[in-house]
Nanobody, 127 residues
Framework: QVQLVESGGGSVQAGGSLRLSCAASGYAYSRYCMAWFRQAPGKEREGVAR????????YYPNSMKGRFTISQDNAKNTVYLQMNSLKPEDTAMYYCAAGTPASGAYCAAEIDAYNYWGQGTQVTVSS
């Protein structure tokens, strides 16, 4: 049974940092794409970062480059999201997801490319 368990969310003031963790189990972790998405109230879910765990290749939407860093610890089957210089607009539920890579070992950005999802961890940034 595939399980993705996020942790590390919380409340922080603007300008602060948080590191989210996603512990994966129940599948061949090293052959999957792992991704972080977020969803704020009343808004669509959007991608934050992706990583192909086999080779460590990372991908970011242009809007997320610079303040967010995705990384992994393959020995722990865990993916991290380091978030720096947080802004109130970063307030959202953050979800970890896993999916099979597209052809060419590329991790797609689309939500429907990801089959497995965690329960989410809340991040709240106050001004």
């Amino acid at each position: 049974q595939v399980q993705l368990v996020e942790s590390g969310g919380g409340s922080v003031q603007a300008g602060g940092s948080l590191r989210l963790s996603c512990a994966a189990s129940g599948y061949a972790y090293s052959r999957y794409c792992m991704a972080w998405f977020r969803q704020a109230p009343g808004k669509e879910r959007e991608g934050v970062a992706r990583i192909y765990t086999l080779i460590g290749a990372t991908y970011y939407p242009n809007s997320m480059k610079g303040r967010f860093t995705i990384s992994q610890d393959n020995a722990k089957n865990t993916v991290y999201l380091q978030m720096n210089s947080l802004k109130p607009e970063d307030t959202a539920m953050y979800y970890c997801a896993a999916g099979t890579p597209a052809s060419g070992a590329y991790c797609a950005a689309e939500i429907d490319a990801y089959n497995y999802w965690g329960q989410g961890t809340q991040v709240t940034v106050s001004s």
